[in-house]
């Protein structure tokens, strides 16, 4: 790692995450860079692209990599945008890595490849721990999110007993209250897609942020192995944010708390609707086709397919589902030709419907 023109005689350092992963043997993704003893102007001056909002962040000029002054913060109001920062030229490097979430995330690479780690985070990636930095965690509700999403991610990490308490003490303080609805789905979907959802879960239970962040989640069964099941066989976010609440009497409310997108929202509201019309279309006997088709018609699996067989693949982590055979029913259902019926009712329009649907039973019927 050598520093090229526009960070030649800076004081740089990649920090966090990719530094961790490295350690763990993974492939980093986006570099987070830390500059220290520098200015906003002394960035300017060297083409880098002011692009922070609450404090200096620049892009640099070629790789568009984000470089951020070296900063401290300290603590304004409540929730996690009640902070005040500093950014003066002499802010040290000890002292941003201090103010990070987990000591795992507070340690710095310099150019030559050395690392500074003041806080043992090296020792904590060996040992697979996940450790708060300082008391200053406590300062912003976001971290126990965070913190519940990388147990998700990294599956064979622990967290400190003392981390864990700390979490405890701070939604009992109500910091939990404060955070928004667009920041809990942010982590919440991340967290989803993770490796191993269900251990996110059971850090947002163990600390009681379930209960504040979503309410509608408490009191009904969360089948955690349902959804790390889902993220072993590569499910997208909709099916696994479906099994998340499909027990929960609620769910339309969690949907409006957080501002889930449409799609998730879709999903979930379909779930238990393809399960109930499985089993109609299972027990139906002699009347199987008519059950068939009631689910292709209230799933709207002549208009979206893909659908379909996307929820059909999220049931299939409940139970066997005989997908080829459900592709050959839309299939036939979606080969009648509704527009040659039509015309053949022209004389008679309110028969078009039910002509429709008799001709798509008898292609069901025919199998």
Not at 132 to 157: K, M, N, Q, S
Not at 313 to 318: F, H, Q, R, W
Request: contains cysteine.
């Amino acid at each position: 790692m050598t520093q090229d023109v526009a960070t030649q005689g800076l004081q740089v350092f990649i920090v966090g995450g990719a530094v961790r992963d490295a350690l763990l043997g993974l492939t980093p993704g986006d570099h987070d860079w830390v500059v220290v003893g520098a200015t906003p102007e002394d960035m300017a001056r060297r083409g880098f692209i002011p692009v922070g909002g609450d404090f200096p962040v620049f892009l640099h000029p070629v790789t568009k990599e984000e470089y951020a002054l070296a900063r401290t913060e300290r603590k304004s109001g409540r929730g996690y945008k009640g902070f005040t920062f500093y950014t003066g030229a002499d802010v040290t490097l000890e002292e941003d890595l201090r103010r990070r979430d987990l000591t795992v995330n507070a340690i710095a690479q310099r150019p030559d490849g050395t690392l500074v780690d003041p806080l043992g985070g090296a020792a904590d990636v060996q040992a697979r721990v996940f450790r708060h930095v300082g008391e200053a965690f406590e300062e912003d509700p976001v971290r126990i999110l965070r913190l519940a999403r990388f147990t998700a991610r990294f599956a064979d990490f622990s967290v400190a007993p003392e981390t864990l308490e700390l979490c405890r003490r701070m939604v009992d303080a109500g910091e939990a209250d404060a955070l928004v609805a667009e920041r809990v789905w942010k982590e919440l979907s991340r967290g989803l897609m993770a490796a191993a959802p269900s251990r996110m879960l059971d850090i947002l239970r163990q600390s009681g942020a379930l209960a504040r962040v979503m309410p509608e989640l408490q009191g009904s069964e969360i089948t955690g192995a349902d959804i790390d099941r889902a993220a072993s066989s590569g499910l997208a976010l909709p099916g696994r944010y479906a099994l998340l609440c499909r027990l929960s009497p609620e769910r339309e409310a969690l949907g409006r708390r957080l501002r889930v997108p449409a799609e998730c929202n879709d999903y979930a509201r379909l779930l238990p609707e393809m399960l109930a019309g499985l089993d109609a279309a299972q027990a139906a006997g002699a009347n199987a086709a008519d059950a068939q088709l009631a689910l292709m018609e209230r799933a709207d699996a002549l208009r979206k397919p893909e659908r379909f067989f996307d929820l059909l693949d999220t049931v299939a982590v409940l139970q066997p589902v005989d997908r080829d055979a459900w592709h050959a029913r839309v299939d036939a259902v979606r080969g009648v030709d509704a527009g040659a019926i039509a015309r053949g009712c022209a004389g008679d329009p309110a028969r078009i419907k039910q002509s429709v649907r008799d001709a798509r039973l008898q292609r069901l019927r025919a199998g």
